[in-house]
Structures are given as structure tokens and as C-alpha cells.
């Protein structure tokens, strides 16, 4: 409510009346405020920590345009990040991640302010929160400073002077503050913090401040106008910015035209023109490596492309060669160009997470609001269960992060069950407007990465292999294109055919094998690369019915994951060979043998439809 009230008074698109709907179903005021629905909301912010380290990528992406696009004598990019934080948030894993990062990056344009009321909802904060959250923080490389008392306004605004006057490091102030303050019984107790105060408490708070008691959403002349400024104030600052924004243009046209594309959201021409073909290959490669190739060709035609993994990049293949390192201009780098070659400074494009999932994934969020760069991020699949907060805020408020994960099954062999994921395909098909894309070779690969570019409206998750798999042959079977609709019929010249065999990722290989197992036997199988199963629910029921023909009852589902959502493809009479159990350590090849997905169990389960049909 104190940002909705603040909205409202500085003249945004928030009526007192939607002020007045709060919580209320089909306001512009929710409960905790989210972005695209109400104007001046930037990011959406509901669990805690999320977003602080939101702010940290806010910081990021700031100085990585003011490297880019400001030269000496034009200075286009420059602004603050200011985040309010509370003590949830602070015990929250994510912000210490978040922090951290941003303490060794030395992001001196960010600003927390810490709203130090030692009440947190169940109670006093000395139940679990005693921590000395300035030593921590300088411990992170914060400049800390401190206000006593949060009612003067005067300290509070020479606090935030001061810190920005501090370059080379983020500053957090921790502001003493009353919670109820002027509440005469609730003041200072955990009873105000996620409560209403009630009536009679209210009218005495408004008493106690020296406000008509019995007055609600009351606002005196006076202050409306003095909040009004605002509007004249930002009208002047942003004609100041166009007229010097225009200035650039004529100086440095090509920055001046892709930094408005780059704000704008706008994808370069033909940016796609260079995306490699891979050639048909028995032995293939993984989809991670195919990835890595696809990556170098997309990050020469799009600049905004940025990001990292959390210190896997020799595993997970998500570097940008020679674009440069992501660090602070102030530390030394560890060759003469940085690790991955090119830039060391907030001009390179490569960021190192550290391992770090949690904060990793809020961090590109934030970068992705800000506008400017196309953020990703990289780690095992596994850890989706570490990044899960973040994805899901990104699909809630259709942040167009891209999530890159490897190490996609059981495929990942001897690091055994820890590092095997099983369900996490279903976890991530289970958020909605989350595009969850997992390619079944090379070329498939080439055109899950033309999607998520193309995608800028909402998150897109990216699932690869360890193992090689192999590069079909696309003379013999359907182009790779056809990604795009989620599934396909990879073998569409069949006719009449006895079963209809479906897979996903490494997993199309076994239904690959089994069709010439069965073909011999005068079987004939339809085979069904699926991809993207929320690409496929937005098909059209035609479209559908020709992937699935609803006539042939035989099915059998392929997929080195849970059962969980394969019923509504395979129907009640379906096989699902799957796992319903975690992974063990063995060699990959071993690993799917001993687990029972195997192109022989794939015939087994075909011939006994048929048979039972």
C-alpha cells in the first residue's frame, strides 16, 4: 500500500478508487504489486528476497549499458537502483546469493535501504533473526551506513547522498523504523505487520499523528499538490533526456539506433541468417555442445545476449567466446583478456553466477525488466529445484529470461542420483506460461534457441544433454522446424500405421531404434518427436488430431522422467516407459539398460497393444 499511495500521489494511472479496491478482485492493487498490471509497478515482488536481487540485476544491466552506449561527452545511461528491503527479505537465502555477487562486482549505483523494525511476522525478529546485518553486508563489500531514527527525514536524505556519492561499492542503510508507528497499542508489535489495525486502533493512530479520526483516504491540498510536482518535474528530465538522447543519435548513429531497438525490445534483421544446419551424424553430439554453437552464432548477430552460469560454464557450454567478462573494472583479471577472452569490465557479456542458482535467476529477472539486454542463465537440471522461486515469477510477470539447463536425465550416469533429475520435467511443465522446450538433437537445438530469441514476452526453459545423441537424418525424416509446434510426426510419409510411438530429447533415439525393430516384423509405427508439450497444447485441434490420430489406441510414451501428465496423450490403453523411481551411478548406457528404457522395451510394449487390440 505505501507504494499504490506513492503512485497515486506522484500522478501515475492509479484512480484513489483502485486504491480503495484493495486486495479486491480485478483491482490494479493486489495484494503485493505486480508488474504489466499497474503502471509505476517495475517488478513483482511477492517472495521475499526476490526483490533485492531483482535490484541487484536492475544494477547490472545499468552498468553494462553505461559501458556500452556512454562515450565522454554524452552521457545517455545513468540512473539508480533503489530497493527497500525488509528483514524478511534479508533471511531470505536469495538476497545473501544476490548480495554477494553484487558486493564483488562493486555496483555502486545500487542503493538498499533496510527498514530495520525488528518485527517480522510472527513476532520480535530476536526469535530467529540476531545476525549483525551491517558486518554481514560489509562483509559482502557494501558500504553500510546507518540512521537511528527513521522518523527524520533529514538523516534519511543525507544517508542516500552519501551513498551515492560511494562508486565503487553498493550501499545499504539500515534505518531504525517503528513498525504501527503512532498505533497505540499495536505500535512495535508483530500484530500490525500483516494485519489490518482495526477501527478503533485506527482512528486513535490517526489522533495520535495529529489526522481527523474519523477521515478516510483523506488528502490534504497542500500535499497532493507539493507530490504533484513530480509530473512537471519528469516531464522536464525526460525532454531533457530526448533532446540530449537526439544529440547522441546524430554523433553515433548505429549505438544511437540499437540502443532505442535494445529498449524497445526489437530484434535485429535477419538475425537468425547465420544459425548453423547441422549435418546428418550416426554419432551426433550432445545438445549442450550443439547449443554451445548455436549460442556463438546468436551472440554476433544480437548483442543484448548476456549472461552465465553458476560455475559450470566447462560443463553446461553457455559461454560467449572472446565478449568478454562481466566484472568489475576495478579487480585485475586472471589473464590478459579475461577468462573467456575479449573484455574484462561491465562491458563484457559473460557473468560469473558462482554457484549460486537461487540468486542467478532473480538477477537475470531483474536485468530482463530493465530493458536493454536478453539475459540467460545455466546450470544442471537438477538444480531447477534451487531456481524454481525465480522461474516462476518470471512466467507470473512474462519476463522473457531464458533458463538454459544440461545434464538433462539420467543421462548424466555415474554422478548418480543426486544430480539425475526425474521429475523436474513435470515440476517445470507444471508452471504456467513457462515454455519448456527439450530438444532431440542438433538441429532440433538450433530451432529451440530461434524460439526463446523470438519469445520476448515470457520465459522459455531450455533442457539438454550430456550424451551425444544422434543428428537425424532430415532427408528421411520431418525438418526440425516443426519444434515449433511442439510436436510433430517425424516419419509423416507412413501410412496405416499399427502404433503410434512418442518421445522427447534423448529418448526419441529409443523409439528411432524400435520402429526398425518393429518394421521388420511388418509393424508399422508412427514416430512422434515431441519437444514442447505447452507448444503443442496451443496447436489447434486439427493439428493435434493428425499428430495423435485419436484413431489408433496403440501408443507408447517414452520419456526418462515421471508419469506425471503423459495420460493425456497416450490415453487410458497406453504404455508409458518411464522411471518411477530416482537414478543410480553407473556409466549413462548402463544406467538406461538397468532402468528398463530401452528400445526392446519399447517393442515389448507395442506388440503387446497391438496384440491386445
Not at 551425444?468 to 510436436?487: M, Q
Request: aromatic share 8%; charged share 20%.
Amino acid at each position: 500500500m505505501l507504494l499504490y499511495s506513492l503512485l497515486h500521489l506522484t500522478g501515475y494511472d492509479l484512480p484513489l478508487d483502485e486504491l480503495k479496491q484493495f486486495r479486491q478482485f480485478g483491482s490494479k492493487t493486489p495484494g503485493h504489486p505486480e508488474v504489466h498490471l499497474t503502471a509505476g509497478v517495475e517488478v513483482t515482488t511477492g517472495p521475499l528476497g526476490q526483490g533485492l536481487a531483482n535490484g541487484v540485476g536492475f544494477a547490472i544491466a545499468e552498468a553494462h549499458l553505461v559501458a556500452i552506449f556512454n562515450k565522454p561527452d554524452h552521457n545517455i545511461v545513468d540512473h539508480y537502483t533503489y530497493v527497500i528491503t525488509t528483514d524478511g527479505d534479508l533471511m531470505e537465502g536469495v538476497t545473501h546469493e544476490a548480495c554477494a555477487l553484487a558486493g564483488h562486482l562493486r555496483l555502486g549505483k545500487l542503493i538498499a535501504l533496510y527498514d530495520d523494525n525488528h518485527i517480522s511476522l510472527a513476532g520480535s525478529t530476536s526469535l530467529s533473526f540476531t545476525e549483525d546485518v551491517g558486518l554481514r553486508f560489509a562483509a559482502y563489500g557494501w558500504n553500510v551506513l546507518r540512521v537511528s531514527d527513521g522518523n527524520n527525514l533529514e538523516s534519511i536524505e543525507n544517508a542516500i547522498k552519501t551513498a551515492q556519492s560511494v562508486t565503487d561499492q553498493p550501499s545499504i542503510i539500515l534505518v531504525r523504523t517503528t513498525i504501527g508507528y503512532g498505533a497505540p497499542h499495536k505500535q512495535n508489535t508483530f500484530e500490525v505487520h500483516g494485519s489490518p489495525l482495526g477501527e478503533d486502533e485506527l482512528k486513535a493512530a490517526k489522533k495520535n499523528l495529529g489526522w481527523d479520526p474519523d477521515a478516510s483516504f483523506l488528502i490534504p491540498g497542500d500535499a497532493l499538490k507539493k507530490f504533484r510536482k513530480a509530473i512537471d518535474s519528469g516531464k522536464k528530465q525526460q525532454a531533457d533526456w530526448h533532446k540530449r538522447f537526439d544529440s547522441y543519435k546524430k554523433k553515433y548513429p548505429d549505438l544511437g539506433s540499437e540502443f532505442e531497438s535494445r529498449m524497445k525490445g526489437e530484434l535485429p534483421p535477419a538475425w537468425d541468417a547465420a544459425l548453423p544446419t547441422f549435418p546428418a551424424d550416426a554419432k551426433g553430439m550432445a545438445t549442450r555442445k550443439a547449443s554451445e554453437t548455436v549460442m556463438q552464432a546468436i551472440a554476433k548477430t544480437i548483442p543484448e545476449l548476456i549472461g552465465g552460469s553458476a560455475d559450470l560454464n566447462p560443463s553446461t557450454f553457455t559461454w560467449l567466446k572472446t565478449f568478454g567478462d562481466f566484472e568489475s573494472p576495478l579487480t585485475s583479471p586472471e589473464g590478459a583478456q579475461g577468462v573467456v577472452g575479449g573484455a574484462w569490465g561491465y562491458e563484457g557479456r559473460n557473468f560469473h553466477f558462482g554457484v549460486r542458482e537461487h540468486g542467478m535467476g532473480a538477477i537475470a529477472n531483474g536485468m530482463a525488466l530493465h530493458g536493454g539486454v536478453r539475459p540467460y542463465t545455466a546450470t544442471f537440471f537438477t538444480f531447477t529445484d534451487y531456481m524454481r522461486g525465480a522461474m516462476r515469477l518470471a512466467a507470473l510477470s512474462d519476463i522473457p529470461s531464458i533458463f538454459v539447463f544440461t545434464h538433462d536425465s539420467i543421462g548424466v550416469g555415474e554422478d548418480g542420483p543426486t544430480h539425475q533429475p526425474i521429475e523436474h520435467l513435470a515440476a517445470m511443465r507444471a508452471i504456467p506460461q513457462m515454455i519448456t522446450i527439450r530438444p532431440a538433437d542438433a538441429n532440433e537445438t538450433v530451432e529451440a534457441w530461434r524460439f526463446a530469441i523470438n519469445h520476448n514476452h515470457a520465459p522459455v526453459t531450455l533442457v539438454f544433454t550430456r550424451q551425444n545423441l544422434i543428428t537425424l537424418d532430415r532427408s528421411k525424416y520431418a525438418p526440425a522446424s516443426n519444434l515449433t509446434k511442439g510436436a510433430y510426426v517425424l516419419n509423416p510419409d507412413i501410412q496405416n500405421p499399427n502404433v503410434i510411438l512418442l518421445a522427447t530429447g534423448s529418448e526419441v533415439e529409443l523409439i528411432m531404434k524400435a520402429d526398425e525393430m518393429l518394421s521388420k516384423e511388418g509393424i508399422i509405427a508412427r514416430l512422434v518427436s515431441m519437444p514442447s508439450w505447452e507448444l503443442f497444447e496451443k496447436q489447434s485441434a486439427e493439428y493435434k488430431e493428425s499428430v495423435l490420430s485419436g484413431n489408433v489406441t496403440a501408443r507408447v510414451a517414452v520419456e526418462a522422467g515421471v508419469r506425471l501428465g503423459w495420460d493425456r496423450y497416450i490415453g487410458s490403453r497406453g504404455i508409458f516407459i518411464g522411471l518411477d523411481r530416482f537414478g543410480t551411478s553407473a556409466p549413462y548406457k548402463v544406467v538406461y539398460e538397468k532402468l528398463g528404457l530401452t528400445a526392446e522395451k519399447v517393442v515389448e510394449a507395442a506388440k503387446g497393444l497391438i496384440k491386445n487390440n
